[in-house]
């Protein structure tokens, strides 16, 4: 299979603890994005991203989050000393360039905070 | 701001055909994509427009209009799999490739 994979699949961290959640974008595929989506709402981009190149940071927090996609492994979403508030699920989605419009997203990541 | 306004709910049955609005406001724009998504699983693409006019794909059509900044969703010959949350998401554009989504409209199809 070489849709986008995820993991964890699911993430429980109580407060103060660090979230690393991965992303494997579709073969092929150099552009990553993150979107988070709190229960009953719609998703949120957060982060697009190039293979060692942040392009668009406007959705991530100023504080806590991060993001990464290095040349070699998967792209990285950390967050920081988790709080009651970061529980969501967290969807990565790829594309093959900056002009693809569609995006094909994975299964998510559900992280929960104790 | 940035806002994509769609109904919240809608309800129909099997064979019958449904229309989800969605009406935007958003600094950039290159197109609107419509997205499926189950049970808060991974979100799967349905149909895009860039120019206005209508997108058919099976029983699935999409439909743009710029001028008005209102698209909607088409699909026809419902089934009980159907039965899903639907979103719209405006291509922002630009120096970005980021989608802005809607608030999402919850489909219930009944036998």
């Known amino acids: 299979n070489a849709g986008v994979m995820q993991n964890p699949r699911h993430l429980v961290r109580r407060r103060g603890q660090e979230a690393r959640l991965r992303c494997s974008p579709m073969?092929?595929?150099?552009?990553v994005y993150w979107y988070r989506q709190l229960p009953e709402e719609g998703l949120k981009f957060m982060v697009y991203?190039?293979?060692?190149?942040?392009?668009?940071e406007s959705g991530m927090p100023k504080e806590r989050f991060s993001a990464e996609f290095p040349k070699e492994g998967p792209s990285i979403l950390r967050i920081q000393q988790v709080v009651r508030g970061d529980s969501a699920a967290y969807f990565c989605?790829?594309?093959?360039?900056?002009?693809?419009?569609?995006?094909?997203f994975g299964p998510g990541t559900r992280l929960t905070v104790t | 701001g940035q806002s994509l306004e769609q109904p919240s709910e809608v309800t129909a049955v099997e064979g019958a055909i449904v229309q989800i609005n969605c009406t935007y406001q958003?600094?950039?724009?290159?197109?609107l994509s419509w997205y499926q998504q189950h049970d808060g699983g991974a979100p799967t693409f349905l149909s895009y427009?860039?120019?206005?006019g209508l997108e058919e794909t099976g029983r699935f059509s999409s439909f743009l209009s710029r001028s008005d900044s209102y698209g909607y969703l088409l699909l026809q010959e419902l089934q009980m799999k159907d039965s899903a949350s639907y979103f719209c998401?405006?291509?922002?554009?630009?120096?970005?490739?980021?989608?802005?989504f809607g608030t999402g409209t919850l489909l219930a199809v009944q036998p």
């Open positions: 991203l190039q293979k060692e190149n942040i392009i668009d």
């Open positions: 073969k092929g595929h150099s552009h």
């Open positions: 989605a790829s594309s093959g360039g900056m002009d693809s419009y569609e995006q094909y």
């Open positions: 998401a405006v291509r922002a554009g630009g120096a970005t490739n980021k989608l802005i």
């Open positions: 958003t600094s950039g724009f290159y197109g």
């Open positions: 427009n860039g120019l206005d």
